[in-house]
């Protein structure tokens, strides 16, 4: 089962919005709306910051948002800020996965 | 709060076994799906296995399969991994996590190190 595609690096200025596309295909991404955006700063575990395409866990802020279009989804991240810099993981289920990653985006802020 | 406490990695050699232990506080397992993620370098994130909260059905990803066994005892509130026939791919830092929704994992521990290596 190959790895949802993530763009290796992305870059913004504070206050700036950013998208990172996580493409997939009609098997996994495509197929079911069990699409998850993970952050992890170095050196620690993983947050779920949004799930079933679009929902935010309660103390997420308002700023990540998800959504999905095809076998392609997106995370925005609205007025971008310092702490905002980290790494960041999509997940989407699959039957034969059952659960795949993409690669990993380094979200990096100017 | 709820809280997941791995323990068990080490260093083993190539077609050595290890069992990976997953502590809960805050919650109990028996109410839970749990799984394993692991993390490499090079590979970034990678299912490895799973549990539904009644413990009715178990996943595999594809390349564990046949290798690994996923289980929990409720009375200690406790997940396991079993992991057998072990290659040096195989070395990476296990996390277990708990679900929170289908596959979406709300509760992570810090994170257990194999390394397999003679």
Redesign the interface.
């Known amino acids: 089962?190959s790895?949802l595609t993530q763009p290796a690096s992305v870059s913004g200025s504070p206050g700036q919005s950013i998208t990172i596309s996580c493409t997939g295909t009609s098997s996994d991404v495509g197929a079911y709306n069990?699409v998850?955006w993970?952050q992890q700063y170095p050196g620690k575990?993983?947050?779920?910051m949004i799930?079933?395409v679009s929902v935010r866990?309660s103390g997420v802020s308002s700023r990540f948002s998800g959504s999905k279009f095809d076998n392609s989804a997106s995370l925005t991240i609205s007025g971008l800020q310092a702490e905002d810099e980290a790494d960041y993981?999509c997940?989407s289920?699959t039957p034969?996965?059952?659960?795949?990653?993409?690669?990993?985006t380094k979200l990096t802020v100017l | 709060q709820r809280q997941l406490v791995e323990s068990g990695g080490g260093v083993v050699q190539p077609g050595g076994s290890l069992r990976l232990s997953c502590a809960a506080s805050g919650f109990a397992l028996s109410t839970s799906g749990m799984h394993w993620v692991r993390q490499t370098p090079g590979k970034g994130l990678q299912y490895v296995a799973g549990m539904d909260y009644d413990g009715g059905r178990t996943y595999y990803a594809e390349s564990m399969e046949g290798r690994v066994t996923i289980s929990r005892d409720t009375s200690k509130n406790t997940l396991y991994l079993q992991m057998n026939s072990l290659r040096g791919d195989d070395t990476a830092l296990y996390y277990c996590a708990r679900d929170a929704k289908y596959f979406s994992f709300d509760v992570w521990g810090q994170g257990t190190m194999v390394t397999v290596s003679s």
């Not at chain 1, 575990?45 to 779920?48: D, E, N, S, T, V």
């Not at chain 1, 034969?96 to 990993?104: A, C, D, E, K, Q």
């Open positions: 089962q790895a069990f998850s993970f575990a993983p947050k779920l799930f079933d866990p993981y997940s289920y034969s996965g059952p659960l795949i990653f993409g690669g990993g």
